[in-house]
């Protein structure tokens, strides 16, 4: 099964940008925009070219000086069928393939434009933190994914910049992240660490994979 990838796209208006895809499935690892009603947009628009899109938010997707969650909602609630909110799912099984995921962010992750624009922020994203990574370890716990998708990598840029390229085969499983823009068509194993293959695409341009 082909898969392509995205994230970071930033987008101000919906038809930006045109995906072309090559694979069925469409992975979006957060930072689609900071406007919700772009996010529905684009991501309804470009969802009729795939099977299914899976997504989790990304750190833009929280600016919002009145109430973050329920922007996040009303994403959540707008968007077609076949599009996967990470965040408020357990997991989802796509063929034999079984995928979960969240934001993965914590406090220590904001940046001055997030505390800028995200209403009473420390607060919000520490209560933020303490679910989407408990709920996503018990996850890959209980589920033994073999794909996760977060918008914030679980290593550091350090230990990224170890990863070496490789062949996307014989991974027990492989994680998906955004929020570091010099990592597009990226992926690779760590030197120790060698059952996980690490994949990053933050391009509007697709990245494929195949499981």
Request: charged share 25%.
């Amino acid at each position: 099964m082909k898969i392509d990838v995205i994230s970071d796209i930033h987008i101000e208006e919906s038809n930006e940008i045109d995906i072309k895809p090559e694979g069925r499935i469409l992975i979006v690892a957060g930072d689609v925009s900071q406007d919700a009603d772009v996010v529905v947009e684009f991501l309804n628009k470009t969802a009729q070219k795939y099977e299914a899109v899976i997504y989790t938010f990304g750190n833009i997707e929280l600016w919002d000086r009145k109430d973050p969650y329920k922007k996040l909602l009303r994403i959540k609630e707008n968007l077609n069928r076949n599009i996967f909110v990470l965040d408020f799912l357990k997991g989802i099984k796509i063929k034999t393939v079984t995928v979960t995921g969240s934001i993965y962010i914590s406090p220590e992750n904001l940046t001055n434009h997030d505390r800028e624009n995200i209403v009473d922020a420390n607060t919000f994203v520490k209560k933020l933190s303490r679910y989407s990574r408990t709920t996503l370890h018990r996850q890959i716990k209980e589920l033994n994914p073999q794909i996760i998708v977060t918008h914030y990598p679980p290593v550091s840029v350090s230990t990224l910049k170890k990863i070496t390229n490789c062949q996307e085969i014989n991974f027990k499983r492989i994680w998906i992240f955004g929020h570091y823009h010099q990592f597009k068509s990226f992926k690779g194993t760590h030197p120790i660490i060698k059952d996980i293959l690490y994949v990053s695409n933050a391009s509007n341009k697709v990245m494929t994979i195949e499981i």
